[in-house]
């Protein structure tokens, strides 16, 4: 089910990334705390009403060649205005409204999208009182709240929300035997060429199904009696100047890919190698529970020698510390190396992230890794773990039942997981593990 795109939008200072993080931070505490990943982040996955939704701090996507300020505000305004499906305007209740306020207003006024006017800062009544000069940028009623005191985000939510219901339809695209694929990466590492090296011949085999409701630019394909569907992102096609000048816009593009996918391939160019860019995206496909496949294209740019493929790896590994799983596949979309196969490996990827093991095989899994190496102990008690079953597929989840939650440690969660790994191989998919107290 694809979530709907929430894009806060507005100068710096106004507190977006406060508001981000708070709106944010229920969730994320659920799923572990990866260095790298959690920090500096641009996307999360929020819930209001048992609506799920995704929202994005504009305010942290990197606008290249500028240090001008309102040039880079209003660019990330065209972003959320191009992607989100409602756009949060945040403005600062203190400072009132700025030129550059009345800029963005202008724009976001113009695009006809569902915008909801935030004010912050307002602290106490007496700010909320100065909250009416906003009715003057005509984006409708302004809404005072404060993000470091927790106050209004409750309405605000739910004009967010009534926005989303009337613009996003529920979808519901599963269809359990198809695999769906995104190719995500920066612009120029070769998507669109890989994308065609794989489906170039088997064009012709595309069926038009009647009456699904998907984007009419997905891809389908058959190989090996395998369907797999290719969610279009910017850059998988063939591009004329104003493609170019979208791509820009591809990482909002390509975070939607990734929610309605189950596996992801991480395009790198082999020689450039990997970016911040590149891991916020694939971070954001690793808390998403998705398969993923680092793929490194134009193995034939790259200078070799023996043990290149090795040492190539070990960097990534080293680059990408929360991707220890995802396998690497060296290609190249020009003389078509290894691109044959993908197919296999997204389709091996595609059933580890989609695996199911008894309750059984699991507890003595984890019975056996306790009598190895024994649970953590603090402040003289010892974890004990009862009982682990797995609750979800896709990514797999897994359910620990112990006796304090508090007592259990990252370390040895990880320890745990690397058991279920050995024992299992889940290659390509994350795992999640979720700490209950049994009483
Ligand atoms: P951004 O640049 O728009 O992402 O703004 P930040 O989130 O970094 O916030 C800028 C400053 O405003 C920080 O010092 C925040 O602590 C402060 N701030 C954010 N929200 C509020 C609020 O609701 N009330 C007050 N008084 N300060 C806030
Ligand atoms: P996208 O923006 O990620 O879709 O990248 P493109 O597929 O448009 O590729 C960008 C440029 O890299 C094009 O000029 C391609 O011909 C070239 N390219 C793509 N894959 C390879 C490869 O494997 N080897 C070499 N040498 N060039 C490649």
Known sequence: MSKPIVAIVGRPNVGKSTLFNVLANERISIVEDIPGVTRDRLYATSEWLDREFVIIDTGGIEIANT?????????QAQIAIREADVILFVCDAR????????????????SKKPIILAVNKADSFKQEMEIFEFYNLGLGEPIPISATNHLGLGDMLDSVMDKVQQTVPQLND??????KVALIGRPNVGKSSIFNA???????IVSDQAGTTRDAIDTPVVKDGQRYLFIDTAGMRRKGKIEELIEKYSIVRSLRAVDRSDVVLMVIDAVDGVTEQDKKIVGYAHEAGKGIILVVNK?????KDTGSTLRYTEELRKELVFLQYAPVVYVSAVTMQRIHRLPEVIKYVAEQNAMRISTSVINQIIEDACAINPPPTDKGRQLKIYFVTQVKIKPPTFVLF?????????????????????AFGFEGTPIQMIIRAKN
């Open 95 to 110: 400072t009132g409204i700025t030129d550059e306020d009345a800029e963005v207003a202008k724009l976001l006024r113009k």
């Open 198 to 204: 794989l489906v170039g011949e088997e064009r012709s």
């Open 67 to 75: 240090d001008k300020i309102a040039v880079s505000i209003r660019e």
């Open 174 to 179: 599963e269809d359990e035997d198809e695999i």
């Open 299 to 303: 193995w034939d740019l790259y200078k």
């Open 402 to 422: 112990v006796n304090n939650p508090e007592i259990m440690h990252f370390s040895y969660q990880r320890y745990l997981e690397n058991k279920l790994r050995e």
